[in-house]
Each structure stands twice: as C-alpha cells, then as structure tokens.
C-alpha cells in the first residue's frame, strides 16, 4: 500500500516516499561551483523536493543508535554513512519514512523546520554521491557480450570460453566520473583508418552511450579477505544509472591486449540519486538461470536481481525535446551485483565504501543498450521522431544530449524511479 | 661535486643530500598502525634520518612565496604539496639543500630544534606517499612487450600492431596500492588446468613480481583539457619503484577481451620515498630512439630519461640473505614519462595531484624484469645463490620476500638511491 506523506508528491514521481534514494547536494544561491566537486551535504528526494538530512541531523530527529549524534549527513559525500553497513541505512530510512508520513505531526507540524529542511530540487546543484576511490565496470549482460562478439567475430565465436564462468570487468578510471548534467567533450585519439596500418589522431568519429547501472559499495573488505557470495548483498549501498561514454575507434585501436583506456576514460556519468536495496525490494525478481552452473564462490542460494525498466533517449541539439531510442531492462542481466562483489574481492582485492561497480552495457532481446549495437558497428542508421522531424544516427553527433531513465512500476501509477542520467557531446575544441 | 651535510650520511647511501626525496612517515612510537593508512607527515630522507617537514615548517624554516605559511607538509600523505607545482617543489629543495648543509649554522647550531626534526629511520613507519585518486599501469618496455608476445603468440607476432604508435596502458586498481614492507597474500582465482575447458577455483600456481617504477603526477588537469607533450615533464612530481605482483595464471583466464583484473588487483608495492625529477637531473641520458617516428602530440623536443639502475631480489622463506635474481635499468623504456601523461590525456582524462603512472614491467636485452620471462612462462627455472644454499624458482613460492632496488650511480661512490620495495608473499589461508 502506498506510504502518504504531507510533502506534496505528484502521482507518477520518480521519488514517493517508499524510495528516499540518498544524494548529495547544495543550495545554488550558496554554491555554483563545480558540480563534480564533492561540497555540499546529504539529502533524500521526496517528490519535487530534497529533504536536507544534514539540517535534519543537527535538529536532533535521528535518534537510533547508529545515527544519534552522527555526523554522516553534514558531509559532502555519502562514504561515511556507506561505510556504515545495513542497520544504519535501514535504521535512516525507518526514521525518515516516520518523521515524513502523513501520520505523524513531529515535522508535518513543524513549518519552521520544514521550511529549513525541504528544498525544491530545482533550486539545489547536484554533486557526486560520493567520493569514488576505485570504479570497475563489468561486461555482465550476455545479451551486449553476445552482440559485441558477434560484430568483432562472428556469430560462432561471439562468448569468450571464460565469459560464462566469471563476471568479466575491467578497472574503469575514477577521475573522469561526473554526475548528471554534465557536459562531456567529443575525445581526440588514435585510430586507424578502414585500409590503414598508419593511425592519425583526430577527435573520435564514433562517440557513443552505454546503458549501464552501477552500485555504489558500503563497507567493503580489507586487503586479502574476500567477501563470500552469501554476505556480498549487504556491501551493496544502493544503484544508479550510469552511462559509460566511448569512443569506439579509439577503443578498437588501443585495446589490445590490456583493454579499454582512453576510448573510455575521458567521461562516465551517473545519476545523482542513490536508490537502495530496501526501496527496491518490492521489485525483486528472479536472475537469469545460469548454464553451466558457476563455480560454488559465485553461486547464490537465493539469485534474484530487480525489474528496473530503462530507457535511453537522445535529444538533438535544435530539438526541445528527446526521443527514446531504446529500453532495456535490468532484470535481463546474467551477472548480478553480489556476484560481481564476490568475484571481485575473491583475489582479496579490497573494495572500499564509495567505490563503484558498473554493470557494462544492459541489452536485451529487442533493446540494445549502446549505438554500437543499435547500429551494428555503423552499418545501419537508426531513425527518430523528435520536435517535429527525422532524426538518423548510427553515432553520437555534436550537441546530442544523451538522456538515461530508469523506474520500476508498481501498482497504481506508483514507481521507484531513478530520476536521470543526462550529458550533451560538446564538439572537440582542438586544432589537430 | 658533493654537497656536504652536517648530518652523518654514509658514503654509498641512497639519501645523501642531493637526493632529499620526499614521504610521508609516523613515529613508531607515536602510531602502530596500519601502514597503508595515510597519517603520519611529511619528511624527506637524508642518509639514517628522516627530517621531519611538518615540525621545521613549524618552525618557520619555509620563508619563500610558495611555503611560507603553507601547512602541506603537515599532512598524512603528499597531495597537496604535489599539487602547488614544480616551483613550490624547487623552492623546498632549495631551502632544505641551504639548511642542511654544513655551510648554513641556522639548523647546525640549534641542538633543540635538530633533535626535534631528525629522526632516525629506524623509529618511524613509512606510510604511502599520496593518497592515490587513480593507478594507470602503462606496457612501456619493449624488450618487455617482445618476450611477452613471444611467448604467448610466437616470435613472428610478438609486438601487437598498436604497441609502437603509443603507450599502451590499462587502468589499475588503486585500493590494493601498499607501502614496502606490507605482505601481501597470494590470491585465489578462476584458473584453467592445461587441456582443460573448465575452470577450477585455486590458489594461484604462478605468483610473480614486476620490475616497474611509478611516476606521482603533480598539479594534472581538468576533465576535457589535454597536458600537451612540451608541458608534460612539469607535472610529474617524482618517481618510486614498483612491484606490480601479477598472478598468471588467473591473468591468462580472465583477461580476454578487457584487460587484467583479479590477476592484477590483489597488491601493488611502491617504495616509500619519492625521489624527484631534480635529484634525476645530473643522470638525464637520451632515450630510446622510436622508429617509426610518434605522431606529433607524442613527439619530444627532448626526448631524454634517466639512467637508473635497478635491481630484483629474492629472499626465501628460511634465508636471512637475498640474492639478485634480474637487473635492469630505466634508461631502457621505450616510452618515457612525459610521453605517458600527454596519451593519457589526450582523451582529455583528468589526471589529478597524487596518481600513480605505473611504467609496466622494466625487461632489457639481459635483465627480463619478470618471472614469466625469466622462467619463459614456467618452461626453465632460474637457479641463485642464497645463505649457502641453491635455490631454484619458476615463479614465487610462499614465504619469498621479493625486493626491488635502484640507484642513479655517480662518481666517487655517490649515488642518488630510491630505497627499496619489498613484500613477502603469505600462503593463501582459505580453505578452497
């Protein structure tokens, strides 16, 4: 049954008071600095508003145990609250559904405290959630392994032998991540012309998006002792959008033998709220039965994932509006997140409260998550309708804005929604 | 000619006092913790002693423009004093070369405040120098790249059609990133038996060291704004050595098509003190020609590197000796430093003060920097000397501590040193 709250939610928001997704935030008229700059301190989305949880702390309405006295929420990053593991995300979110609900009069009551600690989103600048030491971005969907295979080598060896049998990932670059609204810049790099064994460097001719969602880790591990399988859930924080931009020419020169680098590293985004598990618990469905069965380090008593329904849009540079080009959905992918803790950390690797774990591109069946695919390597062009006409692509163009969203659909109109992931492709400045 | 120093410094030390490279340290006394940990301040090494930069900042002994009234020396890891930038570099050089010299009676004459800032190494935990945002792991050597290549696609094919055109690298993981003297545990992993199809999940058989240096970038640049080749050296703080513990036979597995992960990410070594471009300068030689010539954002007016020479030890479990097992030298590396931060950023990836540029293994004609190579990937053992006994080695066995050196040598024995790395490898302690 749906939770009321006195905050004005309108039906079909992305953020009703069962999700309270945790971001971080600062007032506009205090801060119009740099939106990648970590300042600002935490809050939760509610409807149209952000509810100051830094401001909340301080008026003394946490309470529990883990949170009385805190200061988590008067930073500018979630890490501290992260790296407090599962009773005190559960025991914020118990206290703010309370302190938020229709029912109870402590702050409904209080206009003077609301006013200090309800801020429309539209007069707040999102930062990053938080300070990401290390991000790894997986290839778990076997649907975009599957296509990517077959574009590069054919239909008959499209899976790696290895791609089965462990989720398989790369260590991404944490200095380029930026959050949402953030423009990025078409990259300059090396490719190699169709015909040439000469490269040149010029700015890359195929930018593109990749539908992706990444989990932010909480407490993590300490060197050399891994998180098993059956515990890996709970160093999970909560899920974002996230679209890891490449250049595939770039990217199809360098990558042999040691993978992505600067065909990758010059921009990732992500969405600036962090739903958590328990806002999407409702949501749990069942995984992709995995044949052959993984090893016992990966293999999961209980293996479900959650029905996130995701859509990418582009909007054109003239256009005021954007059109949707694909959708994919979550629950299609064959590695889950508590596999990818669980292998990762299996070396004894160390993961750290704050860092970030990509899923790699989500495709399936009909809805591939990347121009790549949708495009086949270039060899088709995709059409949409936007503001009135046509619009062909097989890449990325210069002032393209690439709009990622992604919800999941309850009973009533009522959703957990993501809100969105949005960056526009600047043109390349450079005399090259 | 040799700078005198009132402070005793041994003939033959790596730290005499046209060294004075830069770390972070703790007294053993004051903190017994966890060495990966950044507390601790900064001090520079001068032959036994460290000289404590924090308490002599305190005291006023940084007059000039970028130092005065700065307190970057009293932090926990180097950031910001790498991010003021090459003059705020130059100018603490030139003040501590002035008051540690036997010529400058300030700090001679003071007993009070000499014992307060001089600190036998002996007494102190060394800490990593920066807190690292993010480790990029470069392939620069080509003897490297040669042997590798031979071994895993025969000789005709050794070198991958991009190796020449630019520095190949991957992005590292920098969570597992431990000061020398951290034991290291080796790791577990998905590992394929030979002629078999199906993995298994082990111990890995084929721990192996990398003979790397590290270079710490200093102030970097914003997301989008390329360091171009001509200003690159400026932001390259100084240079550590590096052990990029690599275990092969998870690497063989994992590694197709994205690059290594958990073969890489359970522990990197770096050396502790940072030894900076100026104490290079007198051992700057001429670099590798590059044939064919580099596409002009690669090009050096100058294309010089340093004569370093370096030095792979082996310690076995019951030996209080080690014996050298391979040497090589830096002179070497195909791709120099600058030529690794103008790639790097050519995509426009921000690098930001405190990340860690990771040369790749350092193989020469005679001195393979690897056990892969050495052992040509397990096919002959290496035989050495140690404590009266032969010990033979295909790859690391536990309980071998590795140890890296280097040293810049000049004449009359003087020499600019960079300490050592070293790192034991434990047993694996699960039950798998």
Same sequence: chains 1, 2.
Avoid at 299 to 322: F, G, K, M, N, W
Wanted: overall charge negative; some cysteine; aromatic content about 8%.
């Amino acid at each position: 049954m749906a939770l009321d709250t006195f905050v004005p939610v309108a039906p079909g928001s992305d953020f009703p008071l069962e999700n309270l997704p945790f971001g971080v935030f600062s007032r506009r008229r205090q801060s119009g600095g740099d939106p990648s700059c970590c300042c600002g301190r935490v809050g939760v989305a509610l409807g149209e508003h952000v509810v100051d949880l830094g401001t909340l702390s301080e008026a003394g309405a946490f309470t529990g145990p883990m949170l009385s006295g805190a200061d988590c929420f008067r930073k500018g990053s979630l890490n501290e609250f992260m790296a407090l593991g599962y009773a005190a995300w559960q025991e914020a979110r118990t206290t703010l559904t309370r302190l938020l609900s229709s029912a109870e009069g402590v702050l409904r009551d209080d206009r003077t405290l609301q006013e200090k600690i309800l801020i429309p989103q539209s007069e707040v600048t999102m930062h990053l959630p938080a300070r990401i030491g290390d991000y790894t971005d997986f290839y778990a969907s076997k649907e975009h392994a599957t296509n990517v295979g077959t574009i590069f080598r054919g239909k008959d060896n499209a899976l790696q032998p290895n791609w089965c049998h462990l989720p398989v990932a790369y260590h991404g670059r944490a200095s380029s991540i930026v959050p949402s609204g953030t423009d990025v810049k078409r990259p300059r790099g090396q490719t190699l012309k169709p015909g040439s064994t000469q490269p040149h460097f010029v700015p890359s001719a195929v930018v593109d998006f990749e539908l992706e969602m990444g989990a932010f880790v909480g407490p993590g591990n300490q060197l050399g002792s891994p998180i098993p399988i059956e515990s890996a859930k709970e160093h999970i924080f909560g899920i974002v959008l996230l679209n890891d931009w490449s250049a595939r020419d770039i990217q199809k020169w360098e990558y042999v033998p040691l993978g992505p680098f600067n065909g990758k590293n010059w921009a990732t985004t992500v969405s600036p709220w962090v739903v958590t598990l328990d806002a999407l618990e409702p949501f749990e469905c069942p995984a992709p039965v995995q044949e052959p069965p993984v090893l016992p380090y990966l293999r999961e008593q209980h293996r479900t994932t959650y029905d996130v329904q995701l859509e990418v849009q582009i909007q054109p540079r003239d256009s005021s509006e954007a059109a949707a080009v694909s959708a994919s959905n979550l629950r299609h992918l064959y590695w889950t997140f508590p596999q990818m803790v669980a292998h990762h950390t299996s070396s004894g690797c160390n993961l750290r409260p704050g860092d970030l774990l990509g899923t790699g591109t989500i495709s399936c069946e009909d809805g591939p998550g990347s121009l790549l695919e949708l495009s086949w390597a270039g060899q088709r062009q995709i059409a949409f309708e936007c503001g009135g006409s046509t619009h062909n692509r097989c890449y990325l163009m210069d002032g393209d804005t690439v709009i990622l969203k992604g919800h999941c659909a309850g009973p009533n109109g009522r959703r957990i929604g993501f809100g969105e992931c949005r960056g526009r492709v600047l043109p390349d400045d450079s005399q090259c």
